[in-house]
């Protein structure tokens, strides 16, 4: 299940972390980019080699130390088709070194058009004789405030192709409880409804380490929210962003762990693509730069997890 790949990714490397690959071309050091645009101009192409490569160097770094990665879809989006195939390229070469890979899409609709995201980012497309993997994420970002109409679809890739969903469910924005945090007419917040479905979503996928193929987006920045979301949802990973860049810390992201120190996988994107920048460094330690935040990271969420996870 593939709930159960990730949580042993994160025994291994004792570490429940993931490295968001969000690249703005301003977070690429120049000698990149220069590269890119010497061989393809100034093109939307050559942009996309430059994420490309970019993207190569912080995997090479941080797939010793960091069991998953999550592109942000929307990144590769603004560069059209070729930021496209990168990002198929970007999940084929971070799962080739063992990676965990979650795409952050935040895909939302009914019917034959989820069943087409749920295709495209989780399974497989068939064209007459022959079957494809567009993009073969390993899990996929989701709003669920369609109802189970909108989930279902996934469910059936998700068994058939062992592959999982993070739902949101309290996002790390400052402004999501000007929905979330309303109360329904039995006294629950929006949230907490969406947390009790995502419980009821995943009953039929519960693995070996307790938690099912339906996981929820928690932000770090509701401390207090994310603890009681845990306790709410036992048997649903979490997916932790906010913590760095948006504020959140160690001790905010604490709730969202069981007691051996599973049931989370924290996010960080800015801090880890950008610690070059922050280091002072020209550019050519990016990579490096990269891997000591991921340890930074790692070391830091230490202090409030058990001494061994799992």
């Not at 603890?227 to 709410?232: D, E, G, I, P, Q």
Request: charged share 25%; net charge negative.
């Amino acid at each position: 299940m593939a709930m159960d790949r990730l949580i042993q990714n994160i025994i291994e490397k004792q570490n429940p972390t993931v490295v968001g690959l969000d690249p703005k071309l301003d977070y690429i050091p120049k000698q990149i980019l220069d590269a890119a645009f010497a061989k393809e101009g100034e093109t939307l192409r050559g942009a996309a080699e430059a994420v490309l490569a970019y993207n190569k160097g912080i995997i090479d770094a941080v797939c010793g130390i960091v069991p998953a990665v999550k592109p942000q879809c929307a990144y590769y989006e603004a560069f059209g088709w070729e930021g496209m195939r990168v990002l198929a390229e970007t999940v084929s070469y971070a799962k080739g070194k063992g990676m965990f890979v979650i795409l952050d899409g935040k895909r939302n609709d009914i019917g034959s058009t989820m069943e087409a995201y749920a295709g495209a980012h989780l399974g497989i497309v068939k064209v007459g004789a022959n079957e494809y993997e567009p993009f073969g994420g390993d899990a996929l970002t989701v709003n669920g405030y369609l109802g189970t109409d909108g989930i279902g679809p996934l469910l059936g890739v998700c068994a058939a192709r062992d592959r999982g969903v993070f739902v949101l469910v309290k996002t790390s924005n400052p402004s999501s409880g000007e929905l979330q945090d309303r109360k329904l007419e039995g006294g629950e917040t929006v949230y907490e409804a969406m947390a009790a479905k995502c419980e009821e979503w995943g009953a039929g996928s519960v693995g070996a380490f307790g938690y099912s193929a339906v996981g929820a987006v928690v932000g770090a920045t509701w401390p207090k929210e994310l603890a009681a979301l845990r306790r709410l949802m036992p048997h649903t990973m979490i997916l932790v962003p906010g913590y760095g860049a948006q504020g959140g810390g160690a001790s905010d992201a604490a709730g969202a762990f069981d007691e051996k120190g599973l049931g989370a996988v924290v996010n960080s994107s800015r801090a880890v693509l950008t610690a070059w920048k922050k280091k002072g460094d020209d550019g050519n330690r990016f990579a490096e730069c990269a891997a000591e935040e991921a340890i930074r990271m790692r070391e830091d969420l230490k202090t409030v997890l058990p001494a061994r996870i799992g």
